[in-house]
Structures are given as C-alpha cells and as structure tokens.
C-alpha cells in the first residue's frame, strides 16, 4: 500500500475529503459515520441534503454490516458482482444514519474492485460515502484531471488511478422493499441479473427515489440532442460549423468537431463522460449525439444519452 494512500486515509479520519478512482467513475470520499464530513461532502458536491449518498466498503462482510433482513436475491447478487460496478440499496441498519440516507429508511452500498479504491477502503477501515466526484448534475469524472477541473481545491487529495475502466456509474439495484428493481443500468444489465434466476421487477412510483433519476442530471454544459441515423446528415446541414458530433461514422468535413465512436457498448460508455467534457472546452454551441441502437445491450450508454440531452 503507497504512502499516499495511507495519507488518504488518515484525511478521512480527520474528517477530509478525499477523490478516489475507482471501476466506474471517481469518486467524492468522506467518512460515512461523521456527521461533520458527510456535512463537508454535501457543500463542496452541491447536492441538497435529502439525496442519499453510496457507501463504500472494502468487502461483503463489511458492506452488509450497514443493511439488515437482507434477502435471499441480495446475497446471491453482492457474491457474483462484488468486487464490482454494483450498488445495492437495502434496509439500513444502525451504522446508515440520516446523513448518509437522506433520512429514506433504505442505504446504497457498494464494494468497488478497483485496487486504489480497495487499498484505501482496506486502509480506513470503515465506510466511505463517495458520489461521482463532480458538481451536482454534472457529467462523472473518468480521470483524476477531470476530478481537479471540477472541484479544484475544495478537495484535500486526489488519488490517481487512470481512466475508469467501465466509465458509467454502478448498476442500482433496489432489494429493500421485497422485490429487486433496477434503479439505474450499467455495466451489469438486467440480463446479467436474469441469468442467476432472479426476476426483476418493473420500477414503480413506489421504487426509492435517486438524483441520477431526475430528468435533466449527467449533462455537459453544452446543450445536447440525440439525432436518429437518418437524419444526421440534415441537421449537420442545418446547423453548420457550430455543432459537435458524437457519431458511428467517419468524420464529415462541415463540422469542425466530430469525435466518432466505438460501435460497441462498453468501449462507447468507457469513452463517453471525456468526450462530453472534452466537447465543452471547443465553444462549440450544440452536440448532436447520434442515437444507439435501441436494443438492450446499448440500455445503460442510452439512458446516460437521454439524460445528458435534458
Ligand atoms: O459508480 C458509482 O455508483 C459511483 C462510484 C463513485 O461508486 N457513485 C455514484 O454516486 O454514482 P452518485 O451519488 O453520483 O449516485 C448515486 C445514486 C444517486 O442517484 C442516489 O440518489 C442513489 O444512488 N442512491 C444512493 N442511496 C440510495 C438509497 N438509499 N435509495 C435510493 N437511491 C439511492
Ligand atoms: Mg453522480
């Protein structure tokens, strides 16, 4: 374990904030037991204070400590996924206070497999609430620069670990109130929980609410709107040399900025939050986002789409 990450944790015990890599996206990290650094994460994240935040732990053990009556789907699936881009929300138990909760009787925990955030997870000990280390509503960030660019000197460290491998937020998955409901896609689909056996429910107006639900959230500064194939062309033609493109295709020479994209899921979701950030910094007035393919492999890249085009 390196000297900086035991300077990590020695932050979060004093009580600091520190951002950290992990598989999906960097997170925010605060100790999830003090009330004065949860009171910390909320003001430099500008989140109101009744959204709930993730727990973090370096293992299932730990992690469960934070739920009770877990169900029988929860184990099956924190056993198959953790390490990894999962969350689960659950009962809380005594450790999960109003803080962390936004006062809802359910908490998120998640063990993330990337080896600097299990490092500082193993070295703090405890829990450590941790949001995409952005400003509230803002794309995640998928490098430590990203990170600085977004929240600059109100965070005490930040740790590198390179670019998220997976690139979108963890998988949601809602097993606190007697079904299992996805809350938010990623990397682990429906399908991947469907294959252990377990049946996933529709969401509900019931289902918990979560700020990555609300309409407009993930979004760049500049406007975006998700175009169909077929009429690229035209809009380009439209518009002229103040758009970006975010396309399958090559490069058309009318448009100044054109970042053409893997035609797979995960290379397309890896590259997505940089190339969105990247795509602010050319004063370019509107991102025209050619559509996916509406098919369920593409569900986790097209809800971040749709959300990040408002
Ligand atoms: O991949 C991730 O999940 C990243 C990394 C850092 O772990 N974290 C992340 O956190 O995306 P954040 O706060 O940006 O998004 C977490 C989402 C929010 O929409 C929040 O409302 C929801 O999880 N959430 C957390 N606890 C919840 C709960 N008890 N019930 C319902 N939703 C919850
Ligand atoms: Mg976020």
């Known amino acids: 374990m390196s000297a900086e990450v035991r300077r990590a944790a020695e932050i979060l015990r004093a009580g600091g904030l520190v951002a950290f890599p992990t598989e999906t996206v960097y997170g925010l990290g605060a100790d999830a037991s003090s009330a004065a650094a949860m009171a910390r994460l909320y003001r430099v994240k500008g989140r109101p204070v009744d959204h709930p935040v993730i727990v973090h732990l370096d293992s299932l053990e730990r992690a469960l400590a934070w739920a009770r009556d877990v169900p029988r789907e929860a184990r099956i699936l924190a056993e198959r996924f953790w390490p990894g881009p999962l969350t689960l929300i659950l009962k809380r138990s005594d450790k999960a206070r109003d803080f962390v909760t936004g006062g809802q009787p359910s908490v998120g925990i998640r063990v993330p497999s990337h080896p600097v955030a299990q490092d500082l997870l193993k070295a703090f000990g405890g829990g450590v609430a941790a949001p995409s280390a952005n400003r509230f509503g803002h794309v995640s960030p998928t490098t430590a620069q990203h990170v600085r660019d977004d929240l600059g000197a109100d965070v005490d460290l930040v740790l ?11 998988t949601i998955v809602d097993v606190s109130g007697g079904g299992v409901v996805v809350l938010r896609p990623g990397r682990i689909s429906l399908e991947d929980i469907e294959k252990l056996g377990i049946k996933v429910q529709q969401r509900t107006a019931a289902s918990p609410r979560h700020s990555g639900g609300l309409q407009r959230h993930y979004s760049p500064r500049t406007p975006a709107r998700l175009v169909p194939t077929h009429l690229l062309d035209k809009e380009i033609a439209q518009r002229g040399d103040k758009v970006a493109v975010l396309a399958f295709s090559r490069p058309d020479e009318r448009v100044d900025f054109w970042l053409r994209m893997p035609r797979e899921p995960q290379g397309y979701a890896q590259r997505l939050y940089a190339a969105l950030r990247e795509i ?3 004063g370019c007035e509107l991102i025209l986002v050619e559509a996916p393919p509406d098919t369920a492999d593409w569900a986790a890249v097209r809800d971040r789409l749709v959300r990040a085009c408002g």
């Open 160 to 170: 590198e670990g390179g670019a998220s491998e997976v690139g979108i937020e963890s």
């Open 280 to 282: 602010d910094g050319t």
